[in-house]
């Protein structure tokens, strides 16, 4: 009987972790960001869309990676099942925001070009309708494009 119940109780955990990693309701779909401040790029996506950096796995003088995803603390970033973020340094002569690198599904389309725009970021596109999908095109502060869609 107790192995039963370790086991139901291992379930519960398992699916509640899962519940909480998506608290935010954001999902990351598409990932590779360059940045001239990866410090900095990697603050802004952690404040505007509610997630944490889970690890760094290249860090030089002259190159770095810093790896994030959904959740609001390391620990729920960590077990998300989303796709994570990986900012990367890019050499500050070359352009920022060529192609939108990243497309994230938002629970609000509006909130979250409110908060884009609260930290820094910039709307570049506003918000249109493609049959059931809303979307948007805002940029980061270091001008890298995000594409927003929210669907019904």
Request: glycine share 6%.
């Amino acid at each position: 009987m107790k192995l039963v119940q370790a086991a139901v109780a291992a379930g519960v955990l398992v699916a509640a972790t899962g519940a909480i990693a998506q608290e935010s309701g954001i999902h990351v779909r598409t990932i590779r960001v360059l940045a001239t401040d990866a410090e900095a790029v990697a603050a802004f996506y952690e404040t505007a869309f509610g997630m944490s950096e889970t690890r760094r796995p290249v860090e030089t003088p002259t190159f770095t990676e810093i790896v994030i995803n959904s959740g609001s603390t390391a620990e729920l970033a960590r077990a998300a099942t989303t796709t994570p973020i990986v900012i990367a340094t890019r050499p500050a002569d070359a352009p920022a925001g060529a192609m939108a690198a990243l497309i994230l599904q938002v629970p609000n389309l509006d909130e979250a070009i409110a908060a884009v725009e609260a930290n820094g970021g910039a709307l570049l596109r506003p918000a249109s309708t493609s049959g059931s999908l809303r979307f948007a095109f805002v940029t980061d502060p270091d001008g890298n494009q995000i594409e927003l869609i929210m669907s019904p």
